[in-house]
């Protein structure tokens, strides 16, 4: 196969989807029809495609850190074609999201004091779970799987041992052991309780006690932690408020390294300062990469690394602040994060193994109530599913992420 031709056609989509997907969710532009985008470049995941790629995959050496080039271009073909045929479902539930107003009922939920309407506004949220995307979610799901049987894997699983370059069944264990090494934290529900159920969630997230500790302005924040740590920024910083503007944090990759943007909407709070420092470290990341690496060096790099260095400079959002509450709730939050990833992991196996099977609808409400110490509802057991499994690669960097605590570690992690 001719790797350089291909590379080619990766990077324009790449190009043309990231910038199609910084423009409606920076609120530049409300056009969005990935569908189209796809369609365009369907020769970057097309069947010769990956078929030549799986050949050209197959006959790398598994042994040869930092290379394997081929395996990095064929997860990309891979992940583009289920990126294609879930691409109607994903926008319609984009659109039913919206349209319920999830993301203001979430909102809502973390600023409610009194414990009678939080259970009032949660059960409008699984109300909206249940009526409108759970049946998206089971399309979306079933496409995967039929989508993995046409393109020659005999399972999902096989699929995702390609992509992943690990035995699933490995990546269960894993999971199942870290369960099984730690307990569920006890989580500062705000009140001067702990939290006792999923729904109080948004509200330890926001964390509205700490405001009074965190910086009035997060970006001048980010800015002081680059010049103290001695990186250069080389990334387009917009913080400007805007109608249609994504209220969390995301880093988009036009070009990689010289048209990286960190888009950020403030709207206070410790999640938001730690979601403006972990897109950050994505970008900061990517802007460092050299001019003329290939493709997959520049846009590709191994998912697990690339999340350890956003782990690790999200962890510096509260550097220097001294305050033994805030320590505890981080830690806290850092022990369920990785609890819920474990969980989330097995469950997500199940699914691809036996797609929207209504027994894994209990199964995953007890799985997470273990897993979180907390009350939890089975109604989002569709909507949380992730067939790409994306918790194997969180958990690979949650782990690897405390390597990087020194700062000439992470500074060196960052521009290397």
């Known amino acids: 196969m001719d790797l350089d031709a291909y590379r080619a056609r990766a990077q324009a989509l790449a190009t043309d989807l990231n910038r199609a997907h910084h423009r409606r969710f920076a609120g530049i532009d409300g056009a969005w029809d990935p569908e189209s985008l ?11 495609s990956i078929a030549a790629l799986r050949e050209a995959a ?56 009194e414990l009678g ?47 992943h370059g690990r035995d699933p069944g490995a990546l269960a264990a894993e999971a199942e052991a870290l369960l099984r ?9 705000g009140d001067g309780g ?19 500790l965190l910086p009035a302005d997060p970006v001048a924040r980010l800015r002081a932690e680059l010049q103290a740590l001695g990186l250069d920024e080389r990334f387009t910083i917009d913080a400007a408020p805007r109608a ?29 300062l730690e979601a403006l420092f972990h897109e950050a470290g994505h970008a900061l990341h990517l802007a460092h990469r050299p001019a003329g690496a290939s493709f997959e060096d520049r846009h590709l790099t191994e998912r697990a690394a690339a999340e350890a260095l956003a782990f690790a400079f999200e962890a510096r959002a509260t550097a220097g602040i001294d305050d033994a509450r805030l320590a505890a709730h981080r830690d806290a939050m850092a022990r369920l994060r990785m609890r819920h990833l474990a969980a989330s992991l097995l469950h997500d196996l199940d699914l691809l193994d036996a797609g929207p099977a209504l027994t894994l609808r209990d199964r995953y409400a007890r799985r997470m109530a273990t897993a979180t110490g907390l009350t939890w509802p089975s109604a989002p057991w569709l ?3 992730d067939p790409l499994l994306s918790a194997a690669d969180y958990l690979r960097a949650l782990a690897r992420a405390r390597a990087l605590a020194d700062d000439a570690a992470l500074v060196g992690a960052l521009t290397g």
Request: glycine share 6%; proline share 6%.
């Open 194 to 212: 702990p939290a006792a159920a999923r729904l109080d969630l948004p509200r330890v997230h926001r964390a509205a006690w700490a405001d009074a």
């Open 383 to 385: 909507v949380v599913a």
């Open 117 to 163: 309407r939080r259970v009032a506004l949660e059960e409008q949220r699984l109300d909206i779970v249940t009526r409108r995307l759970t049946p998206l979610a089971a399309e979306g799901l079933e496409r995967v799987r039929a989508e993995t049987r046409a393109l020659g894997w005999p399972s999902a699983r096989a699929l995702l041992a390609t992509l």
């Open 38 to 48: 796809y369609a365009h470049h369907a020769a970057a995941y097309d069947d010769a």
């Open 244 to 272: 249609g503007k994504s209220p969390r944090a995301f880093c988009a990759a036009v070009g990689v390294p010289g048209d990286v943007h960190l888009v950020v909407a403030p709207r206070g709070g410790l999640a938001d």
């Open 58 to 113: 197959a006959a790398e050496d598994p042994e040869a850190a930092g290379t394997q080039a081929a395996r990095r271009l064929l997860r990309f073909a891979i992940e583009a074609r289920l990126g294609r045929v879930t691409a109607a479902t994903d926008a319609e539930r984009a659109r039913a999201e919206a349209e319920e107003g999830l993301a203001e009922l979430t909102t809502a939920l973390a600023a409610e004091p």
């Open 181 to 189: 090494a730690t307990d569920p934290p006890a989580l500062d529900g």
